[in-house]
């Protein structure tokens, strides 16, 4: 059960924190302002990486949230679709483990890059039969 007070001072907190809907929009668009700032530096970032290390892993450039649950599914290495092991292990219905050790024997094609698996995304990724 709520108090009087209780009431009462959830009422004087709502009020305070409405009082400046104008502050709102300025926070709003701060956070806007930082957004593309840090989209400017993303790209800048991806230019360096461009120039430094022709060969590395490629992600899109963010364009917006879609973007970003895409980023796994577009990544390239070596000019070749690459995806992670846990996305290699859902499609495969294997468990992630069993994805890794497959990588390890060499049953699916795929690179450790900065101890990170990189499974090729253009093979089957069949199960092995006992």
């Known amino acids: 059960m ?3 007070q209780i009431g009462e001072a959830m009422l004087a907190q709502v009020e305070r924190v409405n009082d400046s809907p104008d502050r709102l929009r300025e926070v709003i ?10 989209k400017a530096a993303l ?3 991806h230019d360096i990486l461009d120039q430094v290390a022709p060969d590395a892993i490629r992600r899109p450039k963010a364009a ?3 973007s970003l649950s895409n980023s796994l599914e577009a990544t390239t290495h070596n000019g070749k679709p690459v995806i992670s092991v ?3 292990a859902r499609r495969a219905r294997v468990n ?3 994805a890794v050790r497959y990588l390890q024997s060499g049953w699916w094609r795929g690179e ?3 101890n990170r698996w990189m499974v090729y995304a253009d093979q089957p ?3 092995k039969r006992r």
Request: hydrophobic letters at 40%; aromatic letters at 6%; glycine letters at 4%.
């Open 2 to 4: 709520i108090t009087k």
């Open 29 to 38: 668009a701060e956070q806007a302002d930082q957004i593309e700032r840090l």
């Open 43 to 45: 790209a800048a970032a």
């Open 64 to 66: 917006g949230p879609s």
């Open 86 to 88: 846990a996305e290699s």
């Open 96 to 98: 992630y483990f069993t």
């Open 112 to 114: 450790l890059v900065s």
């Open 125 to 127: 990724l069949t199960k």
